[in-house]
């Protein structure tokens, strides 16, 4: 069981360029989540999704797209990098949303804009 | 959703326990209290969550007072691989997770 992976595990973006963020899970889950943490801050959720094809906003989705189209996949794009997206990009899962579930992270994707 | 307050930074000595405090004095009848930790570099793991009663797992322990307004994280004995920032999150709405800028723990030897 790989758990959940991300890639890349890095990537430099010039301002104006797009870039998609792929998460993949191996472990059947039906929610899955996207995070970013910036410097000496905690997670923020920016969008997350409740099972194949449907997706939500979270706390920060502006400046993000997301898509479900399979199960275990579910990607982040940005469609104009801007500085402000610099950060750490953190993608989780879970097999229920039930509030006693657990969320599983991955490794996450640093990610600088210049 | 509910806030959480924890210290900014504590500090243990290798193999003492180490107790985390996490206030949360909007908690409403229905969050469940969960524990995460980030170790560097690293994406948060599951440590332990409750909703009324005291709990222990292999990792630790999570004493929950009676009103709720509180809990407390127990690492029993401290090692240097628990070095990271520990997560109090109220976890009420179906699926979100919301961090705060948790305690950053240090452990000497």
């Known amino acids: 069981n790989a758990g959940v992976t991300q890639t890349p595990k890095f990537r430099v973006l010039k301002t104006g360029q797009s870039m998609t963020l792929l998460c993949a899970q191996d472990m059947n889950h039906e929610y899955m989540y996207w995070y970013r943490q910036d410097p000496g801050m905690g997670l923020r959720l920016i969008h997350y999704?409740?099972?194949?094809?449907?997706?939500a906003k979270g706390e920060v989705p502006d400046g993000y797209n997301v898509s479900r189209l399979k199960k275990q996949n579910f990607l982040l794009g940005l469609e104009s990098a801007a500085p402000s997206q610099t950060s750490v990009y953190f993608c989780?899962?879970?097999?229920?949303?039930?509030?006693?579930?657990?969320?599983?992270f991955g490794p996450g994707t640093r990610l600088t804009v210049l | 959703d509910a806030k959480t307050t924890q210290p900014n930074s504590m500090e243990s000595n290798e193999e003492e326990p180490v107790h985390l405090p996490c206030n949360h004095s909007t908690i409403s009848g229905t969050d469940y209290i969960h524990w995460y930790r980030q170790l560097p570099s690293q994406g948060p793991e599951y440590v332990i969550h409750?909703?009324?009663s005291n709990v222990n797992n292999r990792m630790a322990s999570l004493a929950i007072a009676e009103d709720r307004k509180s809990s407390t994280l127990i690492l029993h004995r401290a090692t240097l691989r628990d070095a990271a920032v520990y997560y109090c999150i109220l976890r009420g709405a179906v699926g979100k997770l919301i961090f705060g800028q948790g305690t950053e723990l240090s452990v000497k030897p």
């Open positions: 409750g909703l009324t």
């Open positions: 989780a899962s879970s097999y229920l949303a039930g509030v006693s579930n657990e969320q599983f």
């Open positions: 999704s409740v099972g194949e094809g449907t997706t």
